[in-house]
């Protein structure tokens, strides 16, 4: 297994061959939606399931769980650029909350550095002159890097800037209670909108999204389209295992 030391430096890799330095807040969707062989899908998926990854050919897809919050999806996309840059696993890959396995702990721990490297967190602790870590620094750290407010309070225990009361105190806290009245972006700790839901990104993708949007095929033909459309026995058996259907 991989140590924190290899896969610190292989988030800053990636940032860097994708033209970010080492302080800076990454668009890790939008990262996928500048490359030409990604395709990135939105569809609610079971409880038990964050998304899921696959290359098809010539094409690389990444699915996630449009049920879980924007911070959350966006800490998914970094999780299976691992699999698929780092580990370059051809085979698909469904990851699953809470499992334990060696390369499912190596891709979260790539997901954490990649959306925000040690450099920042210095960078960001210098800033505002952080002390002791209260709710409002981990909001704000939360919000700038744009990772889930849980993710935050992890990384921050990994990295032994908190400890475990203040860890288990921050990790069960109910984020939006917390932040509602405070005027800040909603949007990070709460699931996709209705109208994003059900969405892909990219070449094929966008002709999905055009006849869907022209009604000439139904929601129900959009979803499994969307799923099933790369003409992979994999990709379809992994969507029986993922996909919540109406």
């Not at 940032?15 to 500048?34: C, F, H, K, Q, W």
């Not at 210095?122 to 409002?136: A, D, N, P, R, S």
Request: charge should be negative; charged fraction near 30%; include cysteine.
């Amino acid at each position: 297994m991989k140590d924190d030391l290899q896969l610190q430096t292989e988030a800053v890799k990636q940032r860097r061959i994708n033209g970010y330095g080492s302080t800076e807040p990454i668009d890790v969707i939008g990262l996928l939606m500048a490359q030409e062989r990604y395709t990135f899908i939105r569809l609610p998926m079971t409880d038990n399931i964050s998304g899921m990854c696959i290359i098809d050919g010539a094409s690389k897809i990444i699915a996630v769980n449009s049920m879980m919050s924007l911070g959350r999806q966006r800490f998914t996309v970094a999780h299976e650029l691992y699999h698929m840059e780092i580990e370059c696993r051809g085979q698909g890959v469904i990851c699953k909350k809470g499992s334990k396995t060696d390369s499912e702990k190596e891709a979260d721990r790539f997901a954490s550095y990649f959306l925000l490297p040690c450099d920042a967190l210095e960078w960001f602790i210098e800033k505002y002159g952080v002390k002791e870590w209260t709710l409002e620094h981990i909001v704000r750290l939360s919000q700038f890097f744009r990772m889930s407010f849980q993710a935050i309070v992890y990384r921050l225990h990994q990295e032994e800037k908190i400890n475990d009361l203040r860890y288990h105190e921050l990790i069960n806290a109910n984020i939006l209670d917390n932040v509602k009245d405070t005027g800040i972006d909603m949007s990070l700790y709460m699931k996709s909108p209705e109208e994003e839901m059900e969405k892909s990104y990219g070449q094929y993708s966008q002709l999905l999204e055009r006849a869907h949007k022209e009604e000439r095929i139904s929601d129900s033909l959009y979803k499994q389209f969307a799923l099933e459309g790369f003409c992979d026995e994999r990709w379809n058996e992994m969507v029986k295992e993922a996909l919540i259907y109406d």
